[in-house]
C-alpha cells in the first residue's frame, strides 16, 4: 500500500469531483458534505468515466445506463436502467460495486491509499 498526497483539500470544491492517477490506479475523488470518497474512475457497468456523471450528495450517477453507486462504500444503488432495454446488457453486465481507495487528510492536503 502507498499513501500518495494528491492535491489541497480546497483543489475539490464542494459538490465536485476530479480524476487522479496515482501509482498507475485510476481514482475518482469526490467531495460530498460527508467528506472525501475515492472510487475508481469507470463505472462497473460498461466503463464509462463516472467524471462526466453527476455527484448528489454521496450518490455519483453514470451518465450512459444511470446506474447509481454510493462512493462511501461504493455500492450499487441502482443498476443500469436507461435506456429501456439495457436490462437484456444486464444479464451478461451483473451489479457489481465500485472499487474504494482510503482517503484522508492532513494539514489541509488529500492523501489516497493504492496498493
Ligand atoms: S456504463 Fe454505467 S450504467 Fe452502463
Same mark, same amino acid.
Given at each position: 500500500?502507498? $499513501?500518495?498526497? !494528491?492535491? *489541497?483539500?480546497?483543489? !475539490?470544491?464542494?459538490?465536485?469531483? %476530479?480524476?487522479?492517477?496515482?501509482?498507475?490506479?485510476?481514482?475518482?475523488?469526490?467531495?460530498?458534505?460527508?467528506?472525501?470518497?475515492?472510487?475508481?474512475?469507470?463505472?462497473?457497468?460498461?466503463?464509462?468515466?463516472? %467524471? *462526466?456523471?453527476? $455527484?448528489?450528495?454521496?450518490?455519483? /450517477?453514470?451518465? @450512459?445506463?444511470? *446506474?447509481? @453507486?454510493?462512493?462511501?462504500?461504493?455500492?450499487? !444503488?441502482?443498476? *443500469?436502467? @436507461?435506456?429501456?432495454?439495457? /436490462? $437484456? $446488457?444486464?444479464?451478461?453486465?451483473?451489479? %457489481?460495486?465500485? %472499487?474504494? @481507495?482510503? !482517503?484522508?487528510?492532513?494539514?489541509?492536503?488529500?492523501?489516497?491509499?493504492?496498493?
Amino acid at each position: 500500500m502507498t $499513501l500518495q498526497k !494528491i492535491c *489541497a483539500t480546497t483543489d !475539490i470544491p464542494l459538490g465536485e469531483m %476530479k480524476p487522479f492517477k496515482i501509482e498507475g490506479e485510476k481514482v475518482l475523488v469526490y467531495h460530498t458534505k460527508e467528506g472525501f470518497y475515492a472510487t475508481q474512475t469507470n463505472c462497473t457497468h460498461m466503463f464509462v468515466p463516472l %467524471k *462526466a456523471g453527476k $455527484l448528489d450528495d454521496c450518490t455519483v /450517477q453514470c451518465p @450512459f445506463h444511470r *446506474a447509481r @453507486f454510493d462512493v462511501r462504500t461504493g455500492e450499487v !444503488i441502482d443498476w *443500469a436502467s @436507461f435506456p429501456p432495454g439495457v /436490462q $437484456l $446488457l444486464n444479464f451478461v453486465r451483473s451489479k %457489481k460495486p465500485l %472499487k474504494t @481507495f482510503p !482517503i484522508s487528510t492532513e494539514d489541509g492536503n488529500l492523501f489516497v491509499e493504492v496498493a
